[in-house]
Every structure is written in structure tokens, then in C-alpha cells.
């Protein structure tokens, strides 16, 4: 088979290294990829918003199923562009139609899902530039702090918490009146705020059936302690020791089963990954968000523990007989660590040439924000690689994956020496 994964990222990187080890996968095409992707297959210049340029690829490149790994072509529906192309109708495309991928990209959609098929969530309303002032009236009745959310994709950027009400108060207004994230505060969901521990679970589904990949932790925030401004994310770990059998049971029952039956009942066809963001409240789940796709930087911690062929997983869920195909996960433990940019995730440093790569002995680097230039990788991004080790415990794990990002050096490199260890 040759598969096209679509994007740029570490996540990319993963599925890139996941699919080169399948005997069933010939040649791995990735667009437009990165400086690491390249180790695993070919880079195509081509943004993941291109569709068009995406189905000449296809076609050139005889492709026969396409792994979406970003959220951004699946709400603006690269899915059903294919099912719309006499092309391109007949190649699968791991990821759901744009319908479905408004469980991420309308956090008021998502919240009215889980309203209807009764998930455990926080009490929420969603307001308008015209209802603001409800809006207003309403912060004061659900504690604090506050959660305000912006309904559309932000990446990444459009969850406030805010500590008291004054500050609530004038977020919401920036968010409506101002735009503070562009179009996609045009309308604001409201929240209540969530007391316990995060975590994310993972499902692939065909529809109809479904496998539940491992549990993981990221770390979003730029400074050690939690502190300082929220990233993209800055680690994570796999499996979240709180995440025991009992706990996933209850997530099995009581959000992913009322999820993929809800997809159904709704009618909205749905192949690919959902994304359960989580919160342990007192051992009970509580929903926080979907998406539509793997996490970023967990899917570089969830992929090394699954013992299964990713094409034979993919493919279950092309073919609809996602139940009879074989899956296993590893009882190691997945520890990632992210080396960004200096400066990030504010204006950060570029164009930094990058070495001590090959100087990594124990751990997987996957690149992300990264630029072949002649002999040189340049860290180009703001995350620019993810340091992920797979060891029989968590200390080992996150040791390992702390000392193997030390051995790598740019200009302005920095990551988080203590990833994972809350949970020590």
C-alpha cells in the first residue's frame, strides 16, 4: 500500500515511523511533512488546506488510503471532498466528514451533543455578540473560577480560565465585541470549571465498532510547575496511573459508547480518531472537549505502546471490521518531551540550526517544527521536536526521555525537566 499522512507535526512524525514498520505499508508520503518525516517516506510540498494539490498527489503517487493527522482539513472537509471526487471517492480517508468534525470544531455543537446523548460534562450556555449581555448576567451564577471557550478552532489558544469575575467579565466582551480570536469567538461557550486531574483517552472508530487506544497525560502549560503561559503542549505520558481498569470502564460506558451510538443516532457517519478530553473528578469521568483527531504531543507516547500493525488498524477502520482486527497495548510506560523554541510560545526564535540528534541513544526524537536546509536541520517552529521513551516504569521512562533531550542543542532550546513527575 502506499498512505499519504497529511501534516507537519510530531504527531505526523509518529504515524510516519508507526506505518514504515508495517510490511504491508510500500511507500509513505507525507505532506508537507518536516525534516524528520523524510527518514520514513517522501515529503510532498503541499499544505494541508490544498485539496486540490492533495488529490493531484494522490493520483500521481497511486495512494491508497490517506491518514489526516490535523483537525484544521477535516472541519473544512477534506473527507468529503473525496466522496464528492469520481477520483478519489473509492481511497479511504482516516478522519471524519466535516459533520463530525464539528465535535472539535464548534465547542457549542460538541456541548449540545453531550447534552443530548446524556455524557457527564460541566454545566455550560453559549452567547453571542447579541446575547451578551445574558452573557454577563450569567458568569456570576456558575462559581469560579470561570472557563470561557471560543466556539471555533483557535489552535489551541481559545480557553480562558479566568480567576475572578472582573476578569471574566472582560474576556467575555474581547472575545465577543473585539474578536479577540478572530471568527472563531463569534460565539463563546460559558463553563463551569472542572475540579480533579486531566487526562485524554483515545478511540478509533469505523462507526460502528470501535478499539480504545492507550490513556495519556500532556502538559500544556511553558513552565515547570504548570506555570506560565499554555503551549501547544510541553510533554505527556502514557498511561496515566489513575486510569486503571475500573476507571476506563467508566469511560467506556458512560462517554465512549454514548458517543459512537450518538454519531449514529444523529446520523453523522464518523471513521477516525476521537480525542476524549477528560477530567478525574473524585474517580468519576467528566467530559472537557473532543477532538477530532490524535492529540500532539500524545499521540508520540500512545503509538510505541500499541503492539499492532497501524495499516491492519486503519484499514479495520476503512473496511468497517475494526472488531476483528488483533490489538494489544504494552505495559512499558511512554514518557514525551518537547524542546521548543526560545521565546515560544510567544515570538520565538528561528532558523537555529539543530545538533546532538544522532547523540540520542534511548529515546524516539520525533521532529515537528523543523527545516531541512542542505547538511543543516533548522528548529523552524515553535515546538520543534519531541523526545519520547519507552521504558518498563514511569521514573525510568521520564528519566530517560529528560536526559536524551539534554543531549540535543540549538540556540534558544528549552524543554520541561519535570514532565510527568506530579504523577510519581
Same mark, same amino acid.
Given at each position: 500500500?502506499?498512505?499519504?499522512?497529511? *501534516?507537519?507535526? *510530531?504527531?505526523?512524525?509518529?504515524?510516519?515511523?508507526?506505518?514504515?514498520?508495517?510490511? /504491508?505499508?510500500?511507500?509513505?508520503?507525507?505532506?508537507?511533512?518536516?525534516?524528520?518525516?523524510?527518514?520514513?517516506?517522501?515529503?510532498?510540498?503541499?499544505?494541508?488546506?490544498?485539496?486540490?494539490?492533495?488529490?493531484?498527489?494522490? @493520483?500521481?503517487?497511486?495512494?491508497?488510503?490517506?491518514?489526516?493527522?490535523?483537525?484544521?482539513?477535516?472541519?473544512?472537509?477534506?473527507?468529503?471532498?473525496?466522496?464528492?471526487?469520481?477520483?478519489l471517492k473509492g481511497i479511504p480517508v482516516i478522519g471524519p466528514q466535516a459533520e463530525g468534525a464539528q465535535l472539535e470544531g464548534s465547542k457549542d455543537f460538541s456541548k449540545q451533543f453531550m447534552t443530548r446523548h446524556n455524557i457527564p460534562a460541566a454545566a455550560s450556555q453559549t452567547f453571542t455578540v447579541d446575547t451578551l449581555q445574558q452573557g454577563l448576567a450569567y458568569l456570576p451564577t456558575i462559581g469560579l473560577p470561570i472557563v470561557l /471557550?471560543?466556539?471555533? @478552532?483557535?489552535?489551541?489558544?481559545?480557553?480562558?480560565? %479566568?480567576a475572578t469575575l472582573e476578569e471574566a467579565q472582560q474576556e467575555l466582551k474581547e472575545m465577543l465585541t473585539e474578536a479577540k480570536f478572530g471568527a472563531a469567538s463569534a460565539k463563546v461557550v460559558i463553563e463551569q470549571f472542572l475540579q480533579g486531574i486531566e487526562l485524554s483517552v483515545f478511540v478509533l472508530t469505523d462507526g460502528d465498532n470501535y478499539k480504545i487506544l492507550p490513556s495519556a497525560k500532556d502538559y500544556k502549560r511553558i513552565g515547570?510547575?504548570?506555570?506560565?503561559?499554555?503551549?501547544?503542549?510541553?510533554?505527556?505520558?502514557?498511561?496515566?496511573?489513575?486510569?486503571?481498569?475500573?476507571?476506563?470502564? /467508566?469511560?467506556?460506558?458512560?462517554?465512549?459508547?454514548?458517543?459512537?451510538?450518538?454519531? /449514529?443516532?444523529?446520523?453523522?457517519?464518523?471513521?477516525?480518531?476521537?480525542?476524549?478530553?477528560?477530567?478525574?473528578?473524585?474517580?468519576?469521568?467528566?467530559?472537557?472537549?473532543?477532538?477530532?483527531?490524535?492529540?500532539?504531543?500524545?499521540?508520540?507516547?500512545?503509538?510505541?505502546?500499541?503492539?499492532?500493525?497501524?495499516?491492519?488498524?486503519?484499514?479495520?477502520?476503512?473496511?468497517?471490521?475494526?472488531?476483528?482486527?488483533?490489538?494489544?497495548?504494552?505495559?512499558?510506560?511512554?514518557?514525551?518531551?518537547?524542546?521548543?523554541?526560545?521565546?515560544?510560545?510567544?515570538?520565538?526564535?528561528?532558523?537555529?540550526?539543530?545538533?546532538?540528534?544522532?547523540?540520542?541513544?534511548?529515546? &524516539?526524537?520525533?521532529?515537528? *517544527?523543523?527545516?531541512?536546509?542542505?547538511?543543516?536541520?533548522?528548529?523552524?517552529?515553535?515546538?520543534?521536536?519531541?523526545?519520547?521513551?519507552?521504558?518498563?516504569?514511569?521514573?525510568?521512562?521520564?528519566?530517560?526521555?529528560?536526559?536524551?533531550?539534554?543531549?540535543?542543542? &540549538?540556540?534558544? %532550546?528549552?524543554?520541561?525537566?519535570?514532565?510527568?513527575?506530579?504523577?510519581?
Amino acid at each position: 500500500m502506499n498512505i499519504l499522512i497529511l *501534516g507537519s507535526g *510530531g504527531r505526523e512524525s509518529a504515524f510516519a515511523w508507526k506505518l514504515a514498520q508495517s510490511p /504491508k505499508c510500500d511507500k509513505i508520503f507525507i505532506a508537507p511533512g518536516n525534516a524528520g518525516t523524510g527518514a520514513y517516506g517522501t515529503n510532498l510540498n503541499i499544505g494541508v488546506n490544498d485539496f486540490e494539490g492533495i488529490k493531484q498527489a494522490v @493520483l500521481n503517487n497511486g495512494i491508497n488510503l490517506v491518514l489526516v493527522g490535523p483537525e484544521e482539513p477535516l472541519v473544512r472537509g477534506v473527507h468529503d471532498f473525496f466522496l464528492a471526487d469520481d477520483q478519489l471517492k473509492g481511497i479511504p480517508v482516516i478522519g471524519p466528514q466535516a459533520e463530525g468534525a464539528q465535535l472539535e470544531g464548534s465547542k457549542d455543537f460538541s456541548k449540545q451533543f453531550m447534552t443530548r446523548h446524556n455524557i457527564p460534562a460541566a454545566a455550560s450556555q453559549t452567547f453571542t455578540v447579541d446575547t451578551l449581555q445574558q452573557g454577563l448576567a450569567y458568569l456570576p451564577t456558575i462559581g469560579l473560577p470561570i472557563v470561557l /471557550k471560543a466556539d471555533g @478552532l483557535a489552535a489551541g489558544k481559545g480557553v480562558l480560565i %479566568c480567576a475572578t469575575l472582573e476578569e471574566a467579565q472582560q474576556e467575555l466582551k474581547e472575545m465577543l465585541t473585539e474578536a479577540k480570536f478572530g471568527a472563531a469567538s463569534a460565539k463563546v461557550v460559558i463553563e463551569q470549571f472542572l475540579q480533579g486531574i486531566e487526562l485524554s483517552v483515545f478511540v478509533l472508530t469505523d462507526g460502528d465498532n470501535y478499539k480504545i487506544l492507550p490513556s495519556a497525560k500532556d502538559y500544556k502549560r511553558i513552565g515547570e510547575g504548570d506555570t506560565g503561559l499554555n503551549t501547544g503542549g510541553m510533554g505527556s505520558v502514557s498511561p496515566v496511573p489513575f486510569a486503571d481498569e475500573a476507571f476506563i470502564k /467508566k469511560v467506556e460506558d458512560r462517554i465512549i459508547i454514548p458517543t459512537v451510538n450518538g454519531l /449514529k443516532q444523529d446520523g453523522i457517519p464518523y471513521k477516525g480518531f476521537i480525542f476524549i478530553g477528560l477530567m478525574n473528578c473524585g474517580g468519576d469521568p467528566y467530559m472537557i472537549e473532543y477532538n477530532c483527531r490524535m492529540g500532539d504531543p500524545e499521540t508520540e507516547s500512545v503509538l510505541p505502546r500499541i503492539e499492532a500493525d497501524l495499516v491492519d488498524l486503519l484499514l479495520g477502520v476503512a473496511n468497517g471490521n475494526l472488531n476483528e482486527i488483533d490489538f494489544s497495548v504494552s505495559n512499558q510506560v511512554a514518557a514525551t518531551v518537547v524542546c521548543v523554541a526560545g521565546g515560544y510560545p510567544g515570538e520565538y526564535l528561528k532558523d537555529r540550526v539543530i545538533s546532538g540528534i544522532d547523540n540520542v541513544r534511548g529515546s &524516539y526524537v520525533f521532529q515537528a *517544527g523543523t527545516t531541512q536546509r542542505g547538511e543543516d536541520i533548522l528548529a523552524t517552529g515553535g515546538r520543534v521536536l519531541m523526545v519520547t521513551a519507552l521504558r518498563d516504569n514511569m521514573f525510568d521512562a521520564l528519566q530517560q526521555a529528560t536526559a536524551d533531550a539534554s543531549r540535543i542543542y &540549538y540556540d534558544g %532550546c528549552y524543554f520541561r525537566k519535570d514532565i510527568g513527575f506530579d504523577l510519581l
